[in-house]
């Protein structure tokens, strides 16, 4: 079983549709990640919190906006996507950005835009 | 930027041994992690290299050389299991702390 929690499992939203994706985690860690995952590809990172505040931004379109009210949240709030936005959505989390600190994965969002 | 390279697809028999490679380019390398996935779920830690040589856990070993940029995943005693593809990752980038995932081997473990 996975310390970071995602949700919802798996989402289907139109192009007009406003959603939110969801992560959690409750190890203490302070650094916090999404990744984009197409099928049969590696991770794409997106965005990286460090103590709760933005670290990295991938050049990530806009319709992507990630939040991180806590640190132990993390969402991604998703506005006006395009199909080839479909993908496996995965939050990760770390102890630290320390150099040594390996990721923990949520076991993701499978996201379907119609 | 980062790139790097690995194997696409390895296959294997139970029992046996089986070593994925991962060549890197990197500016700023702040150490190498492997990671497993299987299919459908989470990419899972493995190992992690920062300083050059061998990393022995259980089945399990990861070699590192800096110099050449190198690195090895070898996994002994194969098991139907091990089946799944194996994502070597390099922290590094110009904030020194950007974790990017080669393309993945897929590994078949045949009995």
């Known amino acids: 079983d996975t310390e970071v929690t995602q949700t919802p499992k798996h989402l289907v939203m139109g192009m007009t549709n406003k959603k939110s994706l969801k992560c959690e985690q409750h190890?203490?860690?302070?650094?916090m990640y999404w990744y984009k995952q197409k099928a049969k590809k590696p991770p794409e990172l997106m965005f990286v919190y460090s103590y709760e505040k933005l670290s990295i931004n991938e050049s990530v379109p806009s319709r992507f906006s990630p939040e991180c009210p806590n640190s132990s949240l993390l969402n991604l709030h998703l506005h006006a996507l395009q199909p080839e936005d479909s993908a496996l959505y995965l939050c990760a989390s770390s102890r630290g950005p320390d150099y040594n600190s390996p990721l923990h994965f949520g076991n993701g969002t499978r996201l379907t835009v119609t | 930027g980062q790139n790097i390279d690995q194997p696409t697809e390895m296959t294997a028999t139970e029992g046996a041994i089986v070593q994925i490679n991962c060549t890197y380019q990197t500016s700023g390398f702040n150490g190498l992690f492997w990671y497993q996935q299987h299919a459908g779920e989470a990419p899972t830690f493995l190992s992690y290299?920062?300083?050059?040589g061998l990393e022995e856990k259980g089945r399990f070993s990861s070699f590192l050389s800096r110099s050449k940029g190198y690195s090895y995943l070898l996994l002994k005693e194969l098991q139907m299991k091990d089946s799944a593809s194996y994502l070597c990752?390099?922290?590094?980038?110009?904030?020194?702390?950007?974790?990017?995932f080669g393309g993945g081997t897929r590994v078949l473990v045949k009995p």
């Open positions: 190890m203490g860690h302070r650094a």
């Open positions: 990752a390099v922290r590094g980038g110009a904030a020194g702390n950007k974790l990017t």
């Open positions: 290299n920062v300083l050059d």
